[in-house]
């Protein structure tokens, strides 16, 4: 956390120095270049550097909002600046009326600039994680895999999948609303990446669907992390009185003797044979 919030106000002067560097040189260029050299040279294109870097803080601050009030905001003090700068150039020769409607026009750019580069940046951030828990995406985990069952080819260990369903979803949705459906999804995410090691992979595929990709893992590991996950979903879906479970399917595999889709598949389809044997 104290690494996030110095990474945080990092930006921040990163930011603050940029306005102030291309700020300062421009009234420079403007103030003591001469007039004939001046008015051929323009720094204010700059001025979309700190735009575009608070769009990426925006963005990662934003948590699941695409709007953000901090690109309207900056986007203002920019053209604050950049129109101050200019009449401090020429002061007391520059005309107020000209002062407010560089303000306004250039308010409404950065701030338009801002937005599209805030909707950019989460879609980046969020096209391998998801954007409800934080666990990878299908095409994250797709890579994953492919990169796994290279990687078991040449050790010769074996490689596992786990796929997650949760029982009686949509009927605790349907009765308690999708708010609590949300914190259930949240708490099983939450689940998964405790219960496995930095080098697993954890997945939300959609709705209530959960992968664990395992690499170097094997039958016997598997079921020690299976029951390891359902206790634990267990207890903690019990403590909120929530009217639901899990069941997990899973496939250990070599190499590259299976497609990744197809070893996905094969996990799914031994979800539901275990969620079969509950009934």
Same mark, same amino acid.
């Given at each position: 956390? @104290? ?5 945080? =106000?990092? &930006? ?14 421009? =009234?420079?260029?403007?103030? /003591? ?6 008015? /051929? ?5 700059? =001025? ?19 709007? !953000?009030? !901090?690109?309207?905001? +900056? ?20 005309? +107020? ?8 026009? &250039? ?8 937005? +599209? ?8 951030? =969020? ?31 074996? /490689? ?6 949760? %029982? ?15 914190? @259930? ?12 090691? #930095? ?11 959960? +992968? ?5 893992? %094997? ?20 403590? &909120? ?8 399917? &899973?496939? !250990? ?22 969620? #079969?044997? #509950?009934?």
């Amino acid at each position: 956390m @104290a690494k996030q919030k110095l990474a945080f =106000y990092g &930006r921040i002067l990163l930011v603050a120095a940029e306005v102030v560097l291309i700020s300062f040189s421009g =009234y420079a260029l403007g103030k /003591y270049l001469p007039i004939e050299w001046a008015s /051929y040279i323009s720094l204010d294109v700059l =001025y979309c550097l700190p735009i575009i870097q608070t769009a990426r803080i925006a963005a990662i601050r934003a948590a699941r909002r695409y709007d !953000t009030q !901090t690109s309207t905001i +900056v986007g203002i003090a920019l053209a604050l600046v950049w129109s101050s700068t200019e009449m401090a150039i020429t002061w007391p020769d520059f005309p +107020v009326f000209a002062f407010v409607l560089n303000v306004f026009t &250039r308010s409404i750019v950065f701030t338009v600039i801002g937005r +599209v580069m805030i909707k950019l940046w989460r879609e980046r951030e =969020y096209a391998r994680k998801d954007i409800l828990t934080g666990l990878a995406t299908r095409l994250e985990l797709l890579d994953r895999l492919s990169i796994e069952q290279g990687r078991s080819e040449r050790s010769g260990r074996p /490689y596992s999948l786990l796929f997650i369903d949760i %029982d009686q979803f949509k009927s605790m949705n349907d009765r308690f609303g999708h708010q609590i459906g949300d914190e @259930a999804l949240r708490v099983l995410a939450e689940i998964l990446m405790g219960s496995s090691r #930095k080098v697993d992979v954890a997945a939300r595929l959609g709705g209530d669907e959960f +992968v664990l990709l395992l690499p170097d893992t %094997d039958d016997r590991s598997c079921d020690t992390l299976i029951n390891r996950i359902n206790a634990s979903s267990t207890q903690a879906f019990q403590e &909120r009185s929530w009217p639901i479970s899990i069941s997990i399917g &899973r496939t !250990t595999h070599l190499g590259k003797t299976k497609e990744v889709e197809m070893v996905i598949g094969l996990a799914d389809k031994n979800m539901y044979e275990a969620k #079969k044997m #509950k009934q």
